[in-house]
């Protein structure tokens, strides 16, 4: 399989999963720099990982469980106190549903 | 001056009442005002709240409740939440936020009386190699301010190689900390994973993030990783009965102690000269009763792919908090996703739109087994190799940088760029204690010497980096620009 090479669509389509605006020229730098990294990438392909569990933590860890003890919240107004824009004691985000 | 003295030495005369808190926090925010202009790397400066905390340091020195850190400045690299005080993550889109609260290590730090002395210039979010992906600009290395001191910590670097805070902290996820400390001259320790709280400190790659101290010798990087650590109920990866302890600090020696270089770290990729350097000071080891034995451990071959599919993987997740919607300014669009993506778009910097390109295209269905859980495999092998390894050794050893600090712009190949992380990657993947200590000067420019322990190993690893800075037999070297 040949995993490496990324075409300007595809880019497109991960920019819109990132949710990120970008303009055609930073597209095309974009497709040029993905398909160098995948390339390089492409060495761990090679690895016989047969059986091998994978790793996703540095340290394993279960059931790490807090104690239920109310604590001090933040408040309203310091949780608030970073929005670009908030009314009534609410964060206000962009329309959603138009009228 | 006080400036030129280790966190010890200024510790043992704000104890003995020779200088106060607000005298020693004072000459280094006089020498950030004067000399930064020549670094760049601090990013925020708040003058009364250094003073501030001075002054509770100076009534716990006069009450007889202070301990090794009280009014001992500490920068901060800006990563770190801090409550009242601007945190940037040296990009754009955190340009206006300001903490409704401190992380664990700024928590612990007060109580310790020591003072903020500022936040620091980073790669944008810890992106970087060089620290030349800042959103505020690059930083400077003292050894030479045309060269890169290393990223992403390279403001905290800095900061202490520079002599512009006594000790510093910075975050390490693929070698952060222990880079920008070989290429400045000066120690830099990534303990344990789990032994110092991640709560507050903003997340790049949760599963590799660690924060760690930064000191011009192993006893003040020791002093600040023992107040910094301990459990933490607020961060659900932090390790029971986990504070660093450093009572028997000086007590270690090199005798019989037996340590292992791997052939992976010791290829072509290393600088002749950095190569030359090393060997000397593994020399110097084996004549205070070293033991060295040669390994491969070939795994760490794939450590630079495995690294940067996994953490760019983690940070397409961790960062899509930033929308404009709670903190951060925001780009207005026709609709709310729109706005979204306008506000992401125009606000992060390339690497880092980069990397979550990277993240969300391993993670994307018909790629995820092909990249993002090979990669996991991938990193279970590479710790396993390490754990063989430490049935017989001690240690593993390398150089922590297979070059010196490079020009500023002086490397535009970005793979080439990534490549430099080889010797750093594996600690991170095993959560592994490593430390960069200096160990010598190649083309005048600081090598750095990394030694990386067992997990939990962090108080056998400080005692012996203590031995071989003693071994080294040098005095702290200062850049020559001071």
């Given at each position: 399989m040949?995993?490496?090479?990324?075409?300007?669509?595809?880019?497109?389509?991960?920019?819109?999963?990132?949710?990120?605006?970008?303009?055609?020229?930073?597209?095309?730098?974009?497709?040029?720099?993905?398909?160098?990294?995948?390339?390089?990438?492409e060495?761990?392909?090679?690895?016989?990982?047969?059986?091998?569990?994978?790793?996703?933590?540095?340290?394993?860890?279960q059931?790490?469980?807090?104690?239920d003890?109310?604590?001090?919240?933040?408040?309203?107004?310091?949780?608030?106190?970073?929005?670009?824009?908030?009314?009534?004691?609410?964060?206000?985000?962009?329309t959603?549903?138009e009228? | 001056?006080?400036?030129?003295?280790?966190?010890?030495?200024?510790?043992?005369?704000?104890?003995?009442?020779?200088?106060?808190?607000?005298?020693?926090?004072?000459?280094?925010?006089?020498?950030?005002?004067?000399?930064?202009?020549?670094?760049?790397?601090?990013?925020?400066?708040?003058?009364?709240?250094?003073?501030?905390?001075?002054?509770?340091?100076?009534?716990?020195?006069?009450?007889?409740?202070?301990?090794?850190?009280?009014?001992?400045?500490?920068?901060?690299?800006?990563?770190?939440?801090?409550?009242?005080?601007?945190?940037?993550?040296a990009?754009?889109?955190?340009?206006?936020?300001?903490?409704?609260?401190?992380?664990?290590?700024?928590?612990?730090?007060?109580?310790?009386?020591?003072?903020?002395?500022?936040?620091?210039?980073?790669?944008?979010?810890?992106?970087?190699?060089?620290n030349?992906?800042?959103?505020?600009?690059?930083?400077?290395?003292?050894?030479?301010?045309?060269?890169?001191?290393?990223?992403?910590?390279?403001?905290?670097?800095?900061?202490?190689?520079?002599?512009?805070?006594?000790?510093?902290?910075?975050?390490?996820?693929?070698?952060?900390?222990?880079?920008?400390?070989?290429?400045?001259?000066?120690?830099?320790?990534?303990?344990?994973?789990?032994?110092?709280?991640?709560?507050?400190?903003?997340?790049?790659?949760?599963?590799?993030?660690?924060?760690?101290?930064?000191?011009?010798?192993?006893?003040?990087?020791?002093?600040?990783?023992?107040?910094?650590?301990?459990?933490?109920?607020?961060?659900?990866?932090?390790l029971?009965?986990?504070?660093?302890?450093?009572?028997?600090?000086?007590?270690?020696s090199?005798?019989?102690?037996?340590?292992?270089?791997p052939?992976?770290?010791?290829?072509?990729?290393?600088?002749?000269?950095?190569?030359?350097?090393?060997?000397?000071?593994?020399?110097?080891?084996?004549?205070?009763?070293?033991?060295?034995?040669?390994?491969?451990?070939?795994?760490?071959?794939?450590?630079?792919?495995?690294?940067?599919?996994?953490?760019?993987?983690?940070?397409?997740?961790?960062?899509?908090?930033?929308?404009?919607?709670?903190?951060?300014?925001?780009?207005?669009?026709?609709?709310?996703?729109?706005?979204?993506?306008?506000?992401?778009?125009?606000?992060f910097?390339?690497?880092?739109?980069?990397?979550?390109?990277?993240?969300?295209?391993?993670?994307s269905?018909?790629?995820?087994?092909?990249?993002?859980?090979?990669?996991?495999?991938?990193?279970?092998?590479?710790?396993e190799?390490?754990?063989?390894?430490?049935?017989?050794?001690?240690?593993?050893?390398?150089?922590?940088?297979?070059?010196?600090?490079?020009?500023?712009?002086?490397?535009?190949?970005?793979?080439?760029l990534?490549?430099?992380?080889?010797?750093?990657?594996?600690?991170?993947?095993?959560?592994?204690?490593?430390?960069?200590?200096?160990?010598g000067?190649a083309?005048?420019?600081?090598?750095?010497?990394?030694?990386?322990?067992?997990?939990?190993?962090?108080?056998?690893?400080?005692?012996?980096?203590?031995?071989?800075?003693?071994?080294?037999?040098?005095?702290?070297?200062?850049?020559?620009?001071?």
């Amino acid at each position: 399989m040949n995993l490496m090479s990324i075409s300007l669509d595809e880019v497109r389509h991960v920019a819109k999963l990132a949710r990120l605006e970008l303009s055609e020229s930073e597209l095309m730098s974009f497709q040029g720099k993905l398909n160098a990294l995948l390339g390089h990438f492409e060495d761990i392909q090679a690895v016989d990982v047969t059986g091998r569990l994978p790793k996703p933590h540095a340290v394993a860890m279960q059931n790490v469980f807090g104690q239920d003890i109310p604590i001090q919240p933040l408040s309203r107004d310091a949780a608030l106190a970073n929005s670009a824009d908030t009314k009534a004691g609410l964060f206000i985000v962009p329309t959603i549903i138009e009228e | 001056m006080l400036h030129q003295l280790t966190a010890s030495e200024l510790s043992e005369k704000l104890h003995a009442k020779e200088v106060s808190a607000r005298e020693v926090t004072q000459a280094f925010l006089d020498r950030i005002a004067t000399e930064d202009q020549h670094y760049n790397a601090f990013l925020t400066v708040d003058a009364e709240y250094a003073l501030a905390q001075a002054d509770v340091a100076q009534s716990q020195l006069d009450s007889g409740t202070a301990g090794a850190l009280t009014g001992i400045p500490v920068a901060l690299k800006d990563n770190m939440s801090t409550t009242g005080v601007r945190t940037t993550c040296a990009s754009k889109i955190l340009d206006n936020y300001v903490p409704p609260f401190d992380a664990t290590v700024v928590t612990k730090l007060k109580e310790a009386g020591a003072t903020i002395v500022g936040k620091t210039n980073l790669d944008e979010f810890a992106m970087g190699t060089t620290n030349e992906n800042s959103a505020y600009g690059a930083v400077h290395n003292p050894w030479d301010t045309e060269r890169a001191p290393g990223g992403s910590s390279g403001g905290s670097a800095v900061a202490v190689s520079a002599e512009l805070s006594a000790l510093s902290l910075g975050s390490d996820t693929g070698g952060s900390i222990r880079f920008p400390a070989s290429l400045c001259g000066i120690v830099g320790f990534k303990p344990t994973y789990g032994r110092v709280s991640r709560y507050g400190l903003v997340a790049f790659a949760s599963s590799l993030d660690q924060i760690g101290p930064f000191g011009k010798s192993v006893e003040d990087a020791a002093l600040l990783a023992h107040v910094i650590s301990g459990y933490d109920n607020l961060d659900s990866t932090s390790l029971k009965d986990s504070q660093i302890q450093i009572n028997d600090l000086k007590s270690g020696s090199l005798k019989g102690l037996k340590i292992g270089i791997p052939e992976e770290l010791f290829g072509d990729e290393i600088d002749p000269q950095v190569k030359e350097v090393f060997e000397l000071s593994v020399d110097q080891l084996v004549k205070e009763g070293a033991i060295v034995k040669h390994l491969s451990l070939p795994s760490i071959r794939y450590g630079v792919t495995t690294y940067y599919l996994i953490a760019p993987s983690e940070a397409s997740s961790n960062l899509a908090r930033f929308d404009g919607v709670r903190f951060g300014p925001r780009i207005e669009s026709t609709g709310h996703v729109e706005s979204f993506c306008a506000t992401r778009g125009q606000l992060f910097g390339d690497e880092v739109k980069l990397r979550i390109m990277v993240g969300t295209y391993a993670l994307s269905a018909g790629y995820y087994d092909a990249y993002y859980h090979r990669a996991q495999q991938v990193r279970g092998m590479m710790t396993e190799e390490f754990e063989n390894a430490y049935k017989d050794l001690d240690f593993i050893i390398s150089p922590t940088s297979p070059i010196v600090a490079p020009p500023l712009g002086g490397i535009t190949d970005q793979m080439a760029l990534k490549a430099l992380d080889l010797c750093t990657i594996p600690a991170n993947m095993g959560g592994f204690p490593s430390i960069s200590i200096p160990c010598g000067l190649a083309y005048d420019l600081p090598v750095g010497f990394q030694l990386t322990g067992p997990i939990m190993s962090d108080e056998r690893l400080l005692q012996a980096s203590y031995a071989i800075e003693q071994a080294f037999g040098r005095e702290y070297r200062r850049p020559p620009i001071l």
